[in-house]
């Protein structure tokens, strides 16, 4: 069987390379590359077939699940395990909307990550046991026939969680800027906010079904 290839994303150096001495004394893992920040690991990615990457959430001045939308844009395809210190309910709910197979908590011993590895390579998904999965609730953004989410302002929210600005909406679907800032105030109607993070923490604790991706 060809080895299982990785990718390591964390700005932590030791952390790094003490993770990579563990995974390259098995024979079935071949680290792709090993890289500090987002940008190295785009290119990296660019350059080299990868099984899975393994995704730190804090990373200096930015974030996983950013890097992980800015990797889907670019066409990677293979799966994303989470090797993190912690995340926050909301944190680990976009995660989970923005397709990620696993999050593994670093003070987990080493023979485990190698399992949940293995786990994730096979198509299983990794939740650690102290790590509250996302809610399957599905309420509406507001009751009633008001709550109804058109599917602009559905493409829009779902910019919005991925932490796109307004400009970078209206360029990724298609439309104006007037056209999303429209639709952004429509969104905070229904979901009776004032605010992008406030429009985010309602759509998060309430499930809402939005487009795997914006189109």
């Known amino acids: ?29 071949q680290t792709v590359a090993q890289c500090g920040t987002p ?36 066409g990677y395809r293979g799966k994303i395990l989470m090797v993190t210190a912690g995340m926050s309910a909301l ?25 949940a590895i293995r786990v994730v390579a096979a198509g299983g998904v990794w939740t650690d046991q102290r790590m509250t999965p996302h809610s399957e609730a599905a309420r509406p953004l507001s009751q009633g026939a008001d709550g109804h989410l058109t599917p602009r302002e559905q493409q829009v929210l779902r910019g919005v969680m991925e932490g796109l600005s307004n400009k970078e909406i209206a360029l990724k679907i298609g439309v104006s800027l007037s056209s999303v800032k429209a639709s952004l105030q429509h969104l905070f109607e229904k979901a009776g906010v004032r605010t992008r993070s406030q429009l985010v923490r309602i759509a998060l604790e309430r499930s809402l079904e939005t487009p795997p991706q914006i189109s």
């Open 1 to 29: 069987m060809p080895p299982i290839r990785l990718l390591l994303l964390d700005d932590h150096v030791l952390f790094r390379e003490g993770l990579n001495r563990l995974l390259v004394s098995e024979p079935d893992f």
């Open 39 to 74: 940008a190295e690991a785009l290119r990296a990615l660019a350059r080299s077939n990868v099984d899975i990457v393994l995704l730190d959430f804090d990373l200096e001045d930015d974030t996983g699940t950013r890097f992980i939308h800015t990797a889907r844009a670019a």
């Open 91 to 115: 944190e680990m709910a976009l995660a989970w909307k923005m397709g990620i197979s696993g999050i593994f908590l670093k003070h987990n011993a080493p023979a485990i990550l190698l399992e």
